[in-house]
């Protein structure tokens, strides 16, 4: 065979494989849909549309769900993704928990499991009980091992692309750095993807959540720590050595606490929900009056974000005052953010969902004094509607990418 019949054939490959993902991917996401919305929608002939609907059936691909309502002709089959084509694992390794759980190719969660964890009890106990949280849940799927495509992990850390290692949460720093990439490979036998919580839960928000179809965003991820995911032009934003978004260390304080980091005055120091619980233990210990001291029933190691909530929705003076203190401080950081980066769109997630009522109130006030007027209003803040699922769906979306992108491809081929 010569060169140009050779090249004329591979040129016809690669435009089949590229009409077809085409195909696949407008069922995908606007699906369910009919033969004619996909003509209409690709820019493809009617023919073309059918050949392909006929393989990707076949290949079990997108399934037949009904048809449309007949306006006197032939009714059309609509047809929608199979998203329990394959399957997903994903892993959020978090501050005091492991939560696992098995998606399928929407990131829709079909089995969860949360192993609660002390870091006292050591790095090994801690990769042993992520290994046994996967290995359970892929049991009691009944799912195939070949059915699943790879695991995502994201960790509450800084993850290095160069080398694949991971330097879990500072507090952890003696850990060293560890490739979960590897040890689960080598134990599953399947691809595996590690990135820290942030940047998987503004993945998640970009794919299913506020940050759909949005170009410019940014993922705030404020609990016991402080991070960020930057969407940038649709993609995520990780930068040279894949540490971009370490909103929680900017300093704001020269004076204040030592940040976990071994830095002085982080936001992250001042700002997370662990500084807030401090501080209400602080004013509590101190003797100030509050409804906080029935709550712990006097153990304060039992105070938690959440019953500062609720103390302050009862309009508890030492809840509300410590809320709205972490409030400003927020803000103070978002007004940077804002006019250094211009977002579309700020998503808030995390536990401080859990004061959303409380605490939008002294962070608008501070963006609306200090952010300048042009990208203020154009800037929305919300709260995330992904609760704690965020980072942990998030982690199994650059596996499903790379699905498309290569195992469908080669089905095509």
Not at 40 to 62: H, P, R
Not at 293 to 316: E, G, P, T, Y
Not at 318 to 346: C, H, W, Y
């Amino acid at each position: 065979m010569n060169n140009n019949k050779q090249s004329t054939i591979k040129g016809q490959t690669l435009l089949r494989q590229r009409n077809v993902l085409l195909v696949l991917n407008t069922i995908n996401s606007s699906g369910p849909i009919s033969k004619r919305e996909i003509v209409y929608l690709t820019g493809l002939s009617f023919a073309k549309v059918n050949s392909i609907i006929i393989f990707l059936n076949n290949l079990n691909l997108i399934l037949e769900v009904g048809k449309e309502k007949s306006s006197g002709g032939r009714p059309s089959s609509i047809f929608e993704f199979n998203s329990n084509f394959r399957y997903t694992i994903g892993c959020q390794l978090s501050h005091t928990q492991i939560h696992t759980i098995v998606s399928n190719l929407k990131g829709e969660i079909l089995f969860n499991d949360i192993k609660p964890f002390d870091k006292s009890t050591g790095k090994e106990f801690v990769i042993d009980l992520m290994i046994d949280s996967i290995d359970n849940l892929i049991n009691l799927s009944g799912i195939p091992h070949d059915k699943f495509i790879g695991i995502g992990v994201a960790i509450a850390g800084l993850f290095n692309p160069k080398d694949e290692t991971t330097l879990p949460f500072p507090h952890l720093v003696s850990w060293g750095n560890v490739s979960f990439k590897s040890i689960l490979y080598n134990k599953f036998k399947l691809p595996c993807y590690v990135n820290n919580i942030a940047n998987a839960a503004a993945l998640a928000e970009r794919n299913y959540g506020l940050g759909k179809g949005i170009e410019n965003v940014l993922y705030l991820n404020i609990g016991s720590g402080l991070g960020m995911g930057i969407i940038f032009n649709g993609k995520l934003y990780e930068g040279v050595s894949g540490t971009a978004g370490e909103f929680g260390h900017i300093t704001v304080d020269e004076n204040g606490p030592i940040c976990a980091c071994g830095n002085v005055g982080c936001l992250e120091a001042i700002a997370s929900t662990k500084a807030v619980i401090n501080d209400a233990k602080d004013r509590l210990k101190q003797g100030v009056l509050s409804v906080l001291s029935n709550m712990v029933k006097d153990n304060i190691n039992d105070l938690d974000f959440k019953m500062i909530c609720a103390a302050a929705i009862q309009s508890d003076k030492l809840a509300f005052s410590v809320i709205d203190k972490m409030g400003q401080n927020l803000g103070e950081g978002i007004v940077t953010l804002i006019n250094l980066l211009n977002p579309e769109r700020i998503i808030l997630g995390g536990k401080i969902v859990d004061a959303k009522n409380l605490i939008i109130i002294p962070i608008m006030n501070i963006v609306q004094k200090r952010a300048l007027e042009i990208p203020r209003r154009n800037t929305e803040i919300v709260f995330s509607n992904m609760g704690s699922n965020a980072g942990t769906v998030g982690s199994t979306i650059p596996i499903i990418e790379r699905f498309f992108e290569n195992e469908v491809n080669k089905l095509i081929e």
